[in-house]
């Protein structure tokens, strides 16, 4: 089927980023001079810049939707301060505008662009007939990869009809972070085509777990001998653990999930408020090695931690690959504590005991290091054989200290497989049985192939540890998606385009194609 062609309205939020903008509008109107490749047809399109001239935390998804609105029309002289769009509650998200112009534009299909994206030849902009469209998955800033499967920022294109169906965005995103995951959420709510991607083992299987509330569970294991000596010689830690982010503990800056730990300078595995998994240990000068994992979505995974004395390494496999390893001539001391937890970093620690929320299916501790070989094989095993007995690659099974599979519970203890008697006290967690895959379904948007350059621009996520958020609206944006969006306790129905307002400050003329509207939110 031919595609439609597009007369097209590019949205621009804007602010305080001239040099990046003059590059844009240059950039963008060299761009269109050539047809779009799938259509062979030149596109009429006009550049909205919509301005925020106030000093209030940046409100992308507020922007966009003045722009969305002003796309609608050309009379501008007889907008007035505090304005606020009317809606024919009959026919909802239709506008009824009162004493001003129908749009002699009529635009068929809208592009919501950040200006930091110069969109390379393979970027096909033609009408998105279907469904909404992701464009900007691909980005030098990330050397051209996907950088989460539901990423759905930085440029998308929508049809009249599909963005006035979600309500536009939300208009309560303040500062970064979260406005495109809201976005997707109402494009799934109210009924949009959007994809469906698979992650994780898909072999269906029997496994026990223990499932974690995120507030008080924990399993408190007594340190043995055995296990006080661990971390004086190569070790390694196995933890296969789905955990769940709905919910967000909003009284601390960052949620990190703590699957095990060795207390004092945490030595464990955790699952972070940026989607990532977190492998950490301290040196001999109580300095964080930590290694982190790409953004990840919430299903079953493999976690191993190894500790190499000989070759002075610390390494971390996610799934049976390598994420990183690290270089450490001497560990921090853990031989002081009397307790490993699993389920937080530690319970006595009230503001920062870091609790897990999900399921932990199987726990291993070796007084070895694994090689990449006998990881790879446990991932593959799929809870299959035990660990207790070698398989395939896996020969390391005399060197167990401690093996959970959660088959053995008595009253509230798990038991000890290895036979080292390693027996952990089961405080608040549930056990529970599955039987299916390891995998999950994750909603993701339909999205084409295409390069776009990355102007230069101040990071606005996370900051160097990979932890705490650059801003901290972005906390309050996090908290808000999770605890109440998606648990439906905000309706996206009565938060968008239907009750917008905003103070209209200006408009400028900036090229033919390109037009400046100034706003105070």
């Known amino acids: 089927m031919k595609k439609q062609i597009s007369k097209l309205a590019i949205i ?12 844009f509008i240059k950039h963008i109107d060299k761009f269109f001079k050539k047809p779009i490749r799938s259509t062979k047809e030149l596109v009429d399109y006009h550049i909205f810049v919509v301005e925020q001239s106030d000093e209030k935390a940046f409100n992308q998804g507020k922007l966009l939707n003045i722009g969305y609105t002003c796309s609608q029309k050309t009379d501008y002289s007889s907008l007035r301060d505090n304005f606020e769009k009317s809606y024919n509650s009959a026919k909802p998200f239709r506008k009824e505008w009162k004493n001003h112009k129908c749009s002699d534009w009529d635009f068929t299909s809208f592009a919501f662009h950040d200006v930091d994206l110069l969109p390379e030849k393979d970027v096909d902009y033609s009408y998105p007939e279907d469904s909404p469209i992701h464009l900007a998955g691909y980005t030098s800033e990330y050397d051209y990869q ?13 049809t009249r009809e599909q963005y006035e169906l979600v309500n536009g965005r939300s208009n309560n995103y303040w500062g970064w972070g979260y406005e495109d995951d809201d976005l997707l959420f109402r494009c799934k709510d109210a009924g949009l085509p959007v994809g469906n991607k698979f992650f994780g083992i898909n072999k269906t299987n029997l496994f026990d ?36 982010t709905q919910h967000q503990v909003e009284d601390i800056p960052y949620d990190e999930h703590f699957a095990f730990s060795i207390p004092g300078y945490h030595c464990g595995l955790s699952y972070t408020s940026h989607r990532r998994y977190k492998a950490d240990i301290f040196d001999s000068d109580s300095k964080s090695q930590a290694i982190l994992t790409d953004i990840e979505t919430e299903y079953f995974n493999h976690l191993t931690m190894v500790y190499n004395k000989e070759a002075d390494r610390f390494t971390f496999y996610q799934n049976g690959k390598i994420v990183d390893s690290k270089k450490i001539e001497k560990l921090y001391d853990y031989t002081k504590e009397d307790f490993i937890y699993l389920g937080c970093a530690h319970p006595d620690n009230k503001k920062y005991s870091y ?27 799929n809870y299959i054989k035990s660990l207790t007995d070698s398989f395939g690659e896996y ?54 192939y295409g390069g776009f350059s990355s102007q230069e621009h101040k990071k606005s996520a996370w900051a160097a540890d990979g932890l705490h958020w650059i801003h901290p609206e972005t906390r309050g944006n996090q908290t808000r998606f999770f605890n109440k969006v998606k648990n439906g306790l905000e309706d996206w129905h009565i938060d968008g385009l239907n009750t917008l307002k905003y103070k209209f400050v200006d408009k400028k003329e900036l090229s033919d194609n390109t037009t400046l509207i100034s706003v105070e939110l």
Request: hydrophobic share 35%; net charge positive; charged share 25%.
């Open 395 to 448: 020969v390391s099974s005399n060197n167990l200290l401690l093996y959970y599979d959660f088959k053995h519970i008595v009253g509230n203890q798990v038991l000890d497989n290895s036979g080292w008697f390693n027996n952990g006290d089961i405080v608040g967690a549930k056990k529970g049985q599955k039987v299916g895959s390891l995998g999950t379904f994750l909603t993701v948007p339909h999205r084409r």
């Open 146 to 158: 996907l950088q989460f499967a539901d990423y759905f920022g930085g440029v998308t294109l929508f």
């Open 12 to 23: 621009v939020p804007y602010r305080n980023r001239k040099k990046q903008l003059d590059r």
């Open 209 to 244: 777990y223990l499932a974690f509330d995120g507030y008080n569970d924990y399993v408190k294991i007594p340190v043995t001998e055995e296990l006080k000596k661990l971390t004086k010689n190569s070790f390694s830690v196995t933890v296969s653990l789905k955990p769940d």
């Open 355 to 381: 609790h897990f929320k999900g399921k932990i299916s199987e726990v291993a501790i070796w007084n070895s290091a694994l090689d990449m070989k006998e990881v790879k094989s446990l991932y593959n095993n």
